[in-house]
T-cell receptor
Framework: DGGITQSPKYLFRKEGQNVTLSCEQN?????MYWYRQDPGQGLRLIYY???????QKGDIAEGYSVSREKKESFPLTVTSAQKNPTAFYLC??????????????????FGAGTRLSVL | RKEVEQDPGPFNVPEGATVAFNCTYS??????FFWYRQDCRKEPKLLMS???SGNEDGRFTAQLNRASQYISLLIRDSKLSDSATYLC???????????FGTGTSLTVIP
């Protein structure tokens, strides 16, 4: 089945440790995104990538890093510089409408998320 | 000013009631509009896209008012299974960024 796969579902980080969250999609989507959601709050954009080997910072990029070496994959590293990493992390993807102007709607699809906690 | 604003609620309604949510957006260049549903501790899932002419999907009706820059979602004959958080989402296409409201919480009571 086509979709977005995030792993692991739960992750624990020790102080001073970097951890990497995986996001893989087989939808042939160009754009991929990482969001953070805190309890009772909305989604905040961390990073996004519209094309392989290119990505842009979102609203809360500090303490995070990403790479986009393959179209299917967009891993997120939560570095030790991120002092409050406990949150629900969501990966998403969408078709780039600039690539196909026939698209009426540019819909974003989400993975099941990773819950990160600090030990 | 936030890109997208929603009333967070919570909305507590009895089964069978009709409930409406509104959402406003600040960027007049926005081109695509959506309602997503998010269940507790789950990822958001697309409920419906919102078209300029308004659109209906069963008990759900979405409306877009470009002049006033707001989007609405109407749920008729509420079911217990409608209990969730409803997210308003706007996309400008040009930058391919999606802007999310903080969500409106709905609880349907037996």
């Amino acid at each position: 089945d086509g979709g977005i796969t995030q792993s692991p579902k739960y992750l624990f980080r020790k102080e001073g440790q970097n951890v990497t969250l995986s996001c893989e999609q087989n939808l042939n989507h160009d754009a991929m995104y990482w969001y953070r959601q805190d309890p009772g709050q909305g989604l905040r954009l961390i990073y996004y990538s519209q094309i392989v080997n290119d990505f842009q910072k979102g609203d809360i990029a500090e303490g995070y890093s990403v790479s986009r070496e393959k179209k299917e994959s967009f891993p997120l590293t939560v570095t030790s510089a991120q002092k409050n990493p406990t949150a629900f992390y969501l990966c998403a993807s969408s078709i780039d409408p600039n690539r196909d102007r026939r698209l009426a709607k540019n819909i974003q699809y989400f993975g099941a998320g990773t819950r990160l906690s600090v030990l | 000013r936030k890109e997208v604003e929603q009333d967070p609620g919570p909305f507590n309604v009895p089964e069978g009631a009709t409930v409406a949510f509104n959402c406003t957006y600040s960027n007049s260049a926005s081109q695509s509009f959506f309602w997503y549903r998010q269940d507790c501790r789950k990822e958001p899932k697309l409920l419906m896209s919102v078209y300029s002419s308004g659109n209906e999907d069963g008990r759900f009706t979405a409306q877009l008012n470009r002049a006033s820059q707001y989007i609405s979602l109407l749920i008729r004959d509420s079911k217990l299974s409608d209990s969730a958080t409803y997210l308003c989402v706007v996309n400008t296409n040009t930058g391919n960024q999606f802007y999310f409201g903080t969500g409106t919480s709905l609880t349907v009571i037996p």
